[in-house]
């Protein structure tokens, strides 16, 4: 107590939360660089922005070590898992960053206000993360989800793109409304916001109570079913992976997806006390989730729609490989899940670089007979291709190859071997598509009436292509002490 | 020096390898092409020389320690280590390995210094010194290496740049082809070496309990294998004779017996030197290396041993036989090699080993000489190798035609040569020895006779040989007939080869586009040298390519005796006698047959006959003419249909089978593929059609999820009960 009767201010510890301040801060820094130099000074905003998220990487990565806890009266947590997954976002906005400039230009929509919003997107994804307060992670949802809104639209001149955002926005504000209406359930229930109560609330063993957690459960979970693209809830993905510009595809794709598996994570693991009840629902979401997406991309004829449905079935991988986790949580480890988070984000973040090279002149072409031809303007480019999609059908030594693997073996531990067979058998499918999209880029230009389209490869591109392409190759190398940095050892 | 130094023996290969695939270019492009040439020439021939160096400092230093400690294994570190098996990459030290070495290193760096002189005006020349380097390292991984895992290592090795070398001028579809045969042929070979080795593995590791020496899982060890083998399988004589087999099949492929054979002699599309020591001095005596080394499991099994000796005399024969109507000088040798592969065959049937390494040892001197001579010939006549275009050559390559002559009489079998003592030793175990027995047979005794008999034949062949070649008063090339120009070691009609034959690669602008494959025949035909005309004078060889020749015939003229005096080279591999057979049953000499006499007799009765036909040059009924042909020559020159049949039943058969296993494959799996594609397909058409793009219809399946999701937990809740201890 202080003197005057108020309670003292909680002590506060702004590290914990200094990455997520520091990217949104530096996205109105650069939002005031674009008004009072509008148009102009488009690459002193990327430089700018990549600094920034630099050095809120640089606060991610010096917390490792240092003991976990919270901050902001509960509100901001400080563990490995956020402190990795922050840093996998942080890195994702950097590489979608480095190829979007080349890709906005040829598209002609070079808005400086395009990297703001991304920084406050990316920002808002770490919010979510590094939270165990629910309105907290709502708060960084719609964060996230609204500067999403907007990027989605930024191709003003096309329809399919106003579509795409108008689709997102209100498909979004219905499963934000899920996740609100919860979080009031669950307050109704336990009294505050924290994770940590539910379990707490669970414990006291009141019938009553217990339908209004597990009621307030089951409306939160469907809201980042929603975000995560968890079948039934996943709709919107096609839409508006096609619709969007594809570097905002792209980082949605990534981003998105680390940050609502993330908040998945930290909500489950509080829900431990009601497993009896959402292991088998989410059992069948994952099967579900798996065969639907994969079955689908199978008859696609877009590229971004095809790996629109190609995330979907990679959120049923990694649904399998939280599952496994918190079916068993002795025997297998987080290590998995987060494994694949960074391989799928790398692989998926490569393949629309290069699928966006083929933009040029105000317009894009994504569809299978667009990419004709790629392997001969850009041979380098169509060759990484090559390694990404080797990686997401899962060939090794790929990233993408050893994340399916560990995730195969976690859920055989784990006696979840059916999940285990179904995702091996979805891999099998899923090859055909894949296949497609390489067999787009390698074959011969057959038709000269419709050219195909191909902007020049910039140096952002082939530099945000390489890093992907040396993660995804060189990460299955190293494999072994990537899981022990992960499980903190 | 000690015996760590092996390394180095394998490592100054192999580092020569790297030197000319690396740096070959670069050099030759800075130096400019004679100076280049020249250094890289030096930096090929180095490293085997030096190689021969330390190998002979080895074995001196192994010959004077005591007979039964002459065998060190040297672990380099562990290569493959599974929960039940070990692999060690190691070498082992012994008077065979050591033998072995010299034979690649001493007849390689001879050779390596021929080469430097014949391919001088080659423009791929380091290309060429980069795979004989390499084929040395191999070789020597596989006759040191002390487990099959090595071994095999070798054996691929070798096969590879036997294949790489072979197809050296690839632009000629022909070579190409040729390369690709003696590649897939030498698959057979594998496909029975491997399984042998997984039997063995098989055998021993079903038995790791009981083993001495096997405590660390190396199964493939000869140090494991060897001493296991005889308690293991002394009792199962089915099991000894099965993996004797298939390591022969193994042995038959790279040492190319019948009915194998087929790929050497297309494999003199190689440049010679490839030819000398590839296919005539080392890898293709691996199989008789292999049988030696492991020689216990074939002293286990007379049934084996006993086809080993028939295999061998048969391919003796028949090689011998089809020599007689081949017209081409390298095609005279290699089916003289074929046959005296098959000598070592006897011997090792018989179990007379060391007489086979004994034949291999003299074989690489005579041999090495033969080729190199021939090759000396060959680069002299403007590449052409047609017996019926020479004659007379002893005026113009004095020195190629005397050494050239040494080895002719060594592989006669003229007494005092070294040709001469290996056979007798080889002849003399087959028809004394009792061990190569089959159901009361003594198969190897009728081996032995059979190789008495190719013993005439050979001297007879090779007499034709030398007699069209150097002798004879007539210089045939004077008067060619114009349709007679093919038989080329050469690279300059590459390009119209390959159109000449309709369905090359290149017709198609696979590999070249039109105007590049003009570019390549300009680029050819500019440092295109002269034909064969009438108006040829041909010229002694340069000293790079006779210091070998001579330094070869010293060794076939004195090696012989020296190695085969006192029981030298016997004593030196075998110094306490075989594993198993007692002294009786193998023996050198046989006490009722008067050998020295028979074998002296059969040379010399095939070297007259021999001069009787041959002596004044080409005989009218051998010329151009091959209609003038008698009926045996005729067969002779197509080995007697064997090829053909065997190419034939390959493609057709091959072809019979593929097509029906196509119609299964497009009938049965197809279908059965395609149903399982179709469903998918129709499920994802099904599920696509939920996707209407209506907002409206993706909210609804949203609160429908949702309410199934809620309704799950109702239902859930209430069967445990609500309040229930959940």
Redesign the interface.
């Known amino acids: 107590m202080t003197p005057n009767g108020y309670p003292a201010p909680p002590s506060i510890d702004w590290l914990m939360t200094m990455p997520a301040l520091l990217v949104a801060g530096v996205g109105i820094v650069a939002l005031m660089v674009e008004m009072f130099w509008p148009r102009r000074s488009n690459s002193a905003i990327i430089f700018l922005s990549l600094i920034g998220l630099a050095v809120a990487g640089y606060f991610t990565a010096i917390q490792f070590g240092m003991p976990d806890g919270e901050t902001f009266a509960r509100m901001i947590v400080r563990d490995r898992l956020g402190l990795v997954l922050q840093l996998l976002l942080i890195g994702i906005a950097f590489i979608s960053i480095l190829f979007s400039e080349g890709y906005l230009r040829e598209k002609r929509i070079p808005f400086g206000e395009f990297y703001p919003l991304l920084l406050w997107a990316t920002s808002g994804g770490m919010v979510m993360i590094a939270t165990k307060s629910l309105l907290i992670q709502f708060i960084g949802l719609e964060i996230l989800s609204i500067a999403l809104y907007v990027m989605a639209g930024m191709s003003r001149n096309e329809a399919k793109s106003e579509e795409s955002a108008?689709?997102y926005f209100?498909?979004g504000a219905?499963?934000s409304s899920?996740f609100l209406y919860g979080i009031a359930f669950v307050y109704g229930a336990t009294g505050g916001l924290h994770l940590d109560l539910i379990a707490e609330a669970w414990k006291a063993?009141d019938?009553?109570m217990?339908?209004l957690l597990?009621?307030g459960f089951?409306?939160i979970?469907?809201g980042l079913s929603?975000k995560s693209a968890f079948?039934?809830?996943h709709?919107?993905t096609?839409?508006v992976y096609q619709g969007a510009p594809t570097n905002v595809t792209a980082f949605m794709a990534a981003g998105s997806k680390v940050a609502a598996i993330g908040a998945l994570f930290r909500v489950l693991e509080a829900s431990g006390?009601?497993q009896?009840?959402?292991m088998?629902?989410l059992f069948w979401i994952a099967i579900f989730t798996m065969t639907?997406g994969n079955?689908?991309?199978?008859?696609q004829r877009d590229v971004k729609r095809t790996l629109g449905y190609s995330s979907i079935a990679n959120a049923g991988y990694l649904l399998v490989a939280l599952l496994a986790h918190f079916k068993s949580p002795d025997k297998v480890g987080l290590q998995a899940t987060i494994f694949y988070l960074v391989a799928y984000s790398l692989m998926t973040l490569g393949a629309f670089a290069v699928v966006s090279l083929a933009a040029k002149g105000g317009k894009e072409g994504t569809r299978f007979h667009d990419l004709a031809g790629l392997y001969r303007r850009a041979p380098v480019a169509a060759g990484l291709l090559v390694v990404f999609v080797a990686s997401l059908i899962g060939i090794p030594p790929t990233a993408g190859f050893f994340g399916k693997y560990f995730i195969f073996l976690d859920a055989l531990q784990a006696d979840l071997a059916p999940l285990a067979i179904v995702l091996a058998v979805n891999s099998a499918?899923s090859i055909?598509y894949y296949l497609g999209i390489v067999r787009a880029a390698f074959v011969a230009e057959d038709s000269p009436v419709r050219p195909a389209m191909s902007g020049p490869v910039t140096f952002g591109n082939s530099l945000a292509t390489a890093i992907c392409a040396v993660g995804v190759l060189g990460i299955s190398f190293v494999t072994a002490p990537v899981f022990e940095f992960l499980a903190g050892r | 020096m000690g015996y760590g130094a092996i390394w180095l023996v394998i490592g100054l290969p192999l580092l020569g390898f790297l030197v000319q695939a690396l740096l070959g270019k670069f050099v030759i492009d800075r130096l400019g092409a004679k100076r280049g040439k020249w250094t890289m020439g030096l930096l090929a021939v180095a490293p085997i020389a030096i190689a021969f160096a330390i190998g002979a400092m080895l074995t001196a230093n192994l010959a004077s320690l005591p007979a039964d400690q002459r065998h060190f294994v040297l672990t380099l570190y562990i290569w493959i280590t599974l929960q039940s098996l070990s692999i060690p990459f190691e070498v082992v030290i012994d008077p065979l390995s050591l033998t072995m070495v010299l034979i690649i290193t001493g007849i390689g760096a001879l050779i390596h210094l021929y080469a430097t002189g014949y391919m001088a005006e080659d423009k791929d020349y380091p290309r060429f010194f980069c795979y004989l380097n390499l084929f040395i390292a191999c070789m020597l991984v596989l006759v040191l290496g002390n487990n099959l895992a090595l071994l095999f290592i070798g054996w691929e090795g070798v096969g590879l740049c036997s294949y790489l070398l072979i197809g050296f001028w690839y632009k000629d579809l022909a070579n190409a082809k040729a390369a690709n045969k003696a590649f897939i042929v030498n698959r057979i070979g594998d496909w029975g070496l491997t399984l042998g080795m997984f039997m063995l593995v098989c055998v021993l590791a079903g038995a790791s309990g009981s083993l001495t020496n096997g405590g660390d899982n190396r199964w493939l060890s000869y140090d494991v294998i060897l001493p296991n083998a005889i308690a293991l399988l002394k009792d199962n004589p089915g099991i000894a004779t099965a993996i004797a087999l298939l390591i022969f099949v193994g042995a038959c492929g790279k040492s190319a017996q019948f009915p194998l054979y087929l790929w050497l002699p297309d494999a003199m599309a190689g440049p010679t030197p490839v030819s000398a020591l590839i296919h005539a001095a080392t890898m293709v005596t691996a199989g008789v290396f292999l049988l030696n080394r492991l020689h216990v499991l074939f002293e286990l099994s007379p049934v084996a041993s006993a086809i080993v000796a028939c295999v061998g005399a048969f391919t003796a024969l028949f090689a011998a036989l089809v020599a007689f109507g081949q017209t081409d000088i390298k095609k005279v040798l290699a089916y003289s090699t074929v046959s005296q592969l098959g000598f070592m065959f006897i011997a090792c049937g018989a179990g007379g080993y060391w007489a086979g390494m004994f034949h291999v040892t003299t074989h690489a001197f005579f041999k090495a000489l033969l080729f190199l001579g021939s090759g000396a010939v060959i680069y002299a006549m403007a590449h052409n190798q047609d017996l019926r275009n020479y004659g007379n050559l002893k005026k113009y390559l004095p020195i190629t035609c005397w050494t050239m002559f040494i080895g002719f009489l060594a592989i006669a079998g003229i007494p005092g040569l070294s040709g001469f003592f290996s056979k007798e030793a080889i002849l003399g175990h087959a028809l004394a020895g009792t061990f190569a027995e089959w159901d009361g047979i003594r198969l190897g005794y009728v081996a032995g006779w059979v190789g008495l008999f190719v013993a005439a034949l050979t001297a007879m062949y090779m007499t034709r040989m030398t007699w069209l070649t150097f002798f004879g008063g007539k210089e045939q090339w004077r008067s060619i007939p114009a349709a007679a120009h093919d038989h080329h070691d050469d690279h300059s009609h590459h390009a119209q080869h390959a159109e000449h034959e309709g369905h090359g690669p290149d017709v198609h602008g696979f590999f070249y586009t039109e105007e590049e494959i003009t570019r390549n025949r300009d680029m050819e035909d500019h440092g295109h040298h002269h034909e064969l005309d009438a108006s040829h004078t041909p010229k002694e060889v340069p000293p790079s390519m006779w210091i070998p020749l001579v330094a070869l015939a010293v060794l076939s003229l004195g090696g012989g005796f020296l190695l085969y005096n006192g029981g030298l080279f016997e004593k030196w591999l075998y110094p306490t006698g075989l594993a198993l057979l007692p002294p009786g049953q193998v023996q050198a000499h046989p006490h009722d047959i008067p050998l020295v006499g028979l074998s002296i007799g059969a040379a010399l009765l095939g070297l007259l006959a021999g001069y009787a036909v041959y002596r004044k040059g080409l005989p009218g009924k051998e010329g151009w003419d091959m209609a003038k042909w008698n009926p045996f020559r005729r067969e002779a020159l197509v080995q007697f249909g064997y090829d053909h049949a065997m190419v034939e039943a390959a493609d057709e058969g091959g072809g019979a089978l593929a097509r029906g296993l196509w119609r299964f494959d497009s009938g049965v799996i197809d279908g059965i593929v395609n149903a399982v594609?179709g469903l998918?397909?129709g499920?994802?058409?099904l599920?696509?059609m939920?996707?209407t793009?209506y907002?409206r219809?993706?909210?609804l399946?949203?609160l429908?999820?949702?309410i199934?999701?809620?309704g799950?937990?109702l239902y859930?809740?209430n069967r445990?009960g609500?309040?229930g201890?959940?």
């Open positions: 108008i689709k209100l498909l219905f499963a899920f063993d019938p009553s217990r339908n597990l009621f089951g409306l979970l469907i929603f079948v039934p809830f709709q919107w096609p839409d006390v009601m009896e009840f959402w088998p629902a639907l079955l689908v991309a199978c008859t499918i055909y | 594609g998918t397909k499920l994802g058409d599920f696509r939920l996707q793009g907002v219809a993706y909210a399946l949203m429908l999820g949702g199934g999701l809620l799950w937990f859930a809740m445990v609500a309040g201890h959940g």
